[in-house]
């Protein structure tokens, strides 16, 4: 496999990952300031993270798949979590954990992030188990993540291969998959970072549920559009676990389908859901007050 780096790759991002940065649409930040501190935040990410150009779910196809690993860490082992959504879920996942990390307060862990086809269609198709005309693209995807990639980033890549250190993560139809996959391999994963859910179903959650780690996000305001579904189906599924006795930390509150608050929402969660102590030493001011633990009974 190729090695890329993500820098060469970052143009593509910008605009998506902007719209992921800013605060809000009223941020008052003139666009040269917003790209400047967009730049510093991912510079030292992009240092440390190394991209591959990975045999594709379907054969003669690739995919990039991104490794970042602190640059302190030794080659020992690490928890992982297998994040959707290349390095767009690879930010909003660490940007605001990373300080933590570094500062030596939370222990060091490693990401390993998957690109989603670019195709929206194709992408829903992947990510969301049970979409119609969609089930052979999912099991595809399922099956080469499970197959080729989780053992190729445990056997290359140093990734933990316990499955309490492993963990699987995605925002909004990434969410739907990493809630899928999650629940239908408890024996596999130790929990997830599902932000966001549009098209997931409470009837994934079972007794096995009881025996993973859940981080369940969601924002009232999400519900518009074609969205209409995601206002109450993260506190659906958060009732569903409660009725298992799962371990569960949910953050519910008004905020809109926008990647600044996933970001936001990400930090103390997944101190909290790779079980690297208590949430308080890494979470963000938006967490508090909006996430509540739930540790199993």
Not at 75 to 81: A, D, M
Not at 103 to 131: C, F, H, K, N, T
Not at 188 to 214: C, K, M, N, Y
Request: glycine share 10%; hydrophobic share 40%; with cysteine.
């Amino acid at each position: 496999m190729r090695g890329i780096e993500a820098n060469n790759v970052l143009w593509q991002l910008t605009f998506v990952l902007l719209t992921l940065w800013l605060s809000s649409p009223s941020d008052v930040w003139a666009q040269s300031g917003a790209n400047d501190e967009f730049e510093a935040a991912i510079a030292p990410v992009n240092a440390e993270t190394v991209g591959f150009e990975f045999p594709g779910p379907v054969d003669g196809t690739v995919r990039p798949v991104w490794v970042w690993r602190p640059r302190t860490s030794s080659q020992s082992r690490l928890p992982v979590l297998y994040m959707a959504d290349g390095l767009t879920g690879l930010y909003v996942a660490l940007l605001e954990l990373k300080p933590a990390i570094d500062a030596g307060s939370v222990s060091p862990i490693m990401i390993v992030a998957i690109d989603a086809q670019p195709d929206p269609q194709d992408r829903v198709a992947e990510y969301l188990y049970g979409w119609p005309g969609g089930s052979d693209n999912f099991r595809a995807h399922e099956e080469w993540l499970l197959r080729d990639v989780i053992p190729w980033a445990e056997r290359v890549q140093h990734a933990s291969d316990r499955r309490e250190q492993r963990f699987i993560g995605g925002f909004s139809n990434g969410g739907d998959l990493a809630f899928a996959l999650a629940s239908r391999h408890p024996d596999i994963f130790g929990g997830a970072l599902v932000h966001s859910p549009v098209g997931a179903q409470t009837s994934w959650v079972d007794e096995s549920s009881r025996q993973q780690r859940w981080v369940i996000t969601g924002g009232t305001r999400e519900g518009r559009g074609s969205l209409t579904r995601a206002g109450n189906l993260a506190r659906q599924i958060v009732r569903a676990l409660e009725e298992q006795n799962a371990p569960l930390r949910s953050c519910i509150g008004r905020w809109d389908h926008r990647g600044r608050y996933w970001r936001l929402l990400s930090p103390g969660s997944l101190v909290w859901l790779m079980g690297l102590g208590s949430p308080e030493v890494a979470e963000s001011s938006f967490e508090r007050g909006k996430c509540r633990n739930i540790e199993q009974h």
